[in-house]
């Protein structure tokens, strides 16, 4: 089932904002931390410090970059209260102070008393913005965890579905062997990203590892190397392993696009039925490859259908040109 993490103020200080170039730290409003951030936007708006506070949102962090801070050293100091007091009134996590600007002590002391803590970064106003998006797009983003194993092929990620005992783990083992890239056997972890990405990802406990009935369980990197695993990618098909039944008509064209979604986004899908004698490995790679070209726009099945309604068209238009010449010439009812 998809989930939503739930981030408070204190979860983004300890969080890896480090590793994504942003440096926090906490100036004021402590007891504060546990409060939520439910949006990945932060907003600047200058118009909350002169009255305008319905332009605030409530669950965003509200960036005072260099030009509100001037604003505000620029107040008397009764009014600069008067103006943070309205504005820290509405229901917003915290502040973020950019640029290494120095806040007023009035913005310490108004930020204390309404408990919302006050953060502050020395990056500029526009890397400090992108850089906290980013980071909260990725803490916030929707989660679910999926029963597959998942692969770098060729660099498009494929998702390999089906059900319990079926081979999905024997078909990544061999893409393996072939050169191709593991990211996950058994339980990945998915996240939606920007709305309309899909990444892929492995629990930190199983990373590198597989369970492969009648063996146990192998650590691929110590096996194959370090280039032989990747710790995250888009999930860009599925490929979906199905039992052989000899009563049900299988898709022999592909000319019939389907879909397999996850967290309200629609991947292309591919159903493969599983037999002996066939090299499910191979198969799977070469769906990879003309996954490639039909997001360049070359569709070999409907390339192949339109050539042979040419010809078919062309065939019928010479038997009426036939008829007709037979029916003029020698009399015949044409």
């Not at 509405?90 to 310490?108: H, N």
Request: aromatic share 4%; charged share 25%; proline share 6%.
């Amino acid at each position: 089932m998809p989930h939503l993490p739930r981030v408070t103020v204190g979860d983004l200080l300890g969080s890896r904002s480090e590793a994504f170039g942003l440096s926090l730290e906490l100036l004021a409003g402590s007891e504060g931390l546990g409060r939520p951030i439910t949006s990945p936007h932060p907003q600047k708006t200058g118009l909350s410090l002169i009255g305008f506070h319905e332009f605030l949102k409530p669950g965003r962090v509200l960036i005072l970059g260099e030009s509100e801070v001037r604003f505000l050293h620029s107040l008397p100091a009764g009014e600069r209260t008067e103006r943070l007091h309205l504005a820290l009134a509405c229901d917003i996590p915290c502040l973020l102070v950019t640029a290494g600007s120095a806040p007023p002590p009035e913005l310490l002391d108004e930020a204390r008393a309404a408990g919302i803590p006050l953060l502050a970064t020395p990056a500029a106003t526009p890397s400090a913005v992108a850089k906290l998006m980013s980071l909260l797009e990725d803490t916030l983003a929707e989660r679910t965890t999926l029963h597959a194993a998942l692969l770098d092929v060729l660099g498009l990620g494929v998702l390999i579905t089906g059900e319990s005992g079926i081979g999905k783990s024997e078909t990544a083992l061999d893409l393996i062997a072939r050169g191709h890239r593991l990211v996950a056997d058994d339980t990945v972890e998915v996240r939606k990203q920007a709305e309309r990405i899909l990444i892929g990802t492995c629990p930190e406990l199983t990373q590198h590892h597989m369970e492969l009935r009648g063996l146990g369980i192998i650590n691929v990197k110590e096996l194959f190397g370090i280039a032989s695993t990747r710790s995250s990618k888009r999930i860009e098909l599925v490929v979906q392993l199905e039992r052989w039944d000899p009563a049900r008509e299988y898709e022999r064209l592909g000319l019939d696009d389907a879909f397999y979604e996850i967290l309200g986004l629609k991947v292309p899908l591919l159903g493969l039925p599983v037999t002996p004698g066939r090299n499910i490995a191979i198969l799977v790679e070469v769906a990879a490859r003309n996954q490639f070209l039909r997001t360049r726009g070359h569709n070999s099945a409907r390339l192949l259908a339109a050539k042979l309604e040419e010809r078919l068209l062309h065939d019928a238009s010479l038997t009426d040109e036939d008829a007709t010449e037979f029916g003029t010439d020698k009399g015949g009812d044409t």
